[in-house]
């Protein structure tokens, strides 16, 4: 069959919008009540929590593939999901492009990883995925194939852990961020705050936030070069770090703020927004992920995060390969332990600047 737009994909459905951050909101709510004893806080968030994330509708699925790898997902998927559209194989990679940019927040792409590694980069330029991305190996196709890469469980902990800090930290830390502020005015000319396009779970794309430790107006090709030699497996370290030693672009007040982490404490609104997590892998750039083959894409399985295995594993003293393979460790072994774990290791990590320049 012939690739169908996002429009069109979203006319034959009929689905309506959910209001965006539901689930933040009902969480954030409970917090007004004050009778309630402390220690029952988090129980009841997760309570909460499960119930509104198990009565979300499944997203409707959009498959890119042969005929083959398509009747496979759609047989497979059953009633459980509606497939909106089937693709057949696409060597045009500005067609697959068109579709990814007209997805909607509720459609989820199905990309056979053989098509994958032919088209990409599919993540250049201004062109961002809207809609979940999922890779799937045709001998991955069954019900398993559409589960989270986390559980139900999993996840309700996680956004209530996730909502409570983030809003007590926004608070506590307000302090910290406007002195660090005004450093950044005093040091240098430019905005306080640093917005760039990042790519979360699944390939989904948002803004993140960030206290501004570089120079204006710089150039950050040697940047991307170093980026691409990172993940290509051809980069050298620089002073035991796999990273750019003595960057131009940082100012004096910067390289203190990224060495003590405070320039990702603006961070914590994207956690409360639910396009972070407190724990999880480093958010991607998009012209990162225009260099990821099938196997690393698996690192985008879940929410990025504000610290991660990675971060308090040696950050920088890693190679890009041991840092996608403990990416994939986190959510494939994740367990509140060693949530809990990663969480409690972080002011450790950051006190002593491990793995920092």
């Given at each position: 069959m012939a690739l169908t737009g996002g429009a069109r994909v979203r006319r034959r459905l009929r689905l309506g919008r959910k209001p965006?951050?539901?689930?933040?909101?009902?969480?954030?709510?409970?917090?007004?009540?004050?009778?309630?004893?402390?220690?029952?806080?988090?129980?009841?968030?997760?309570?909460?929590?499960?119930?509104?994330?198990?009565?979300?509708?499944?997203?409707?699925?959009?498959?890119a593939g042969d005929d083959s790898f398509a009747s496979a997902v759609a047989a497979a998927a059953g009633d459980r999901r509606r497939v909106a559209t089937i693709a057949s194989t696409m060597d045009d990679r500005d067609r697959l492009v068109s579709l990814v940019a007209n997805l909607s927040r509720t459609e989820e792409l199905f990309i056979d990883t053989r098509l994958f590694e032919r088209v990409q980069p599919l993540a250049t330029g201004s062109v961002l995925p809207?809609?979940?991305?999922?890779?799937?190996?045709?001998?991955?196709?069954?019900?398993?194939?559409?589960?989270?890469?986390?559980?139900?469980?999993?996840?309700?902990?996680?956004?209530?852990?996730?909502?409570?800090?983030?809003?007590a930290g926004l608070v506590l830390?307000?302090?910290?961020?406007?002195?660090?502020?005004?450093?950044?005015?005093?040091?240098?000319?430019?905005?306080?705050?640093?917005?760039?396009?990042?790519?979360?779970?699944?390939?989904?794309?948002?803004?993140?936030?960030?206290?501004?430790?570089?120079?204006?107006?710089?150039?950050?090709?040697?940047?991307?070069?170093?980026v691409a030699s990172l993940i290509q497996g051809r980069a050298e370290r620089q002073d035991s770090l796999?990273?750019?030693?003595?960057?131009?672009?940082?100012?004096?007040?910067?390289?203190?703020?990224?060495?003590?982490?405070?320039?990702?404490?603006?961070?914590?609104?994207?956690?409360?927004?639910?396009?972070?997590?407190?724990?999880?892998?480093?958010?991607?750039?998009?012209?990162?992920?225009?260099?990821?083959?099938?196997?690393?894409?698996?690192?985008?399985?879940?929410?990025?995060?504000?610290?991660?295995?990675?971060?308090?594993?040696?950050?920088?003293q890693l190679s890009f390969q041991e840092m996608v393979a403990l990416d994939i460790r986190y959510w494939r072994d994740w367990s509140p332990g060693l949530e809990a774990v990663i969480l409690l290791r972080t002011p450790r990590t950051v006190l002593c600047g491990a793995g920092t320049a």
């Open positions: 965006i951050g539901l689930v933040s909101m009902a969480l954030v709510s409970l917090g007004a009540i004050p009778w309630l004893p402390l220690p029952a806080y988090p129980v009841l968030l997760a309570l909460v929590a499960c119930c509104l994330l198990k009565a979300r509708p499944p997203a409707p699925i959009v498959v809207r809609g979940g991305i999922r890779l799937l190996a045709p001998d991955e196709i069954g019900p398993q194939a559409f589960r989270p890469a986390l559980p139900l469980l999993a996840r309700s902990l996680k956004r209530a852990l996730d909502v409570s800090v983030a809003a830390l307000a302090p910290v961020m406007l002195g660090a502020a005004v450093a950044i005015r005093l040091d240098s000319t430019g905005p306080v705050l640093f917005r760039q396009a990042r790519l979360g779970a699944d390939g989904r794309s948002f803004n993140i936030y960030k206290l501004r430790t570089m120079l204006t107006g710089t150039d950050d090709a040697a940047h991307r070069a170093y796999f990273k750019l030693i003595d960057d131009p672009r940082i100012t004096r007040v910067g390289r203190h703020l990224r060495r003590s982490s405070v320039d990702e404490l603006p961070q914590l609104w994207n956690v409360l927004r639910g396009q972070m997590s407190l724990v999880g892998p480093r958010p991607a750039l998009p012209h990162e992920v225009d260099l990821y083959d099938a196997g690393t894409w698996q690192r985008m399985r879940v929410k990025p995060g504000l610290t991660g295995l990675w971060q308090v594993s040696g950050r920088s």
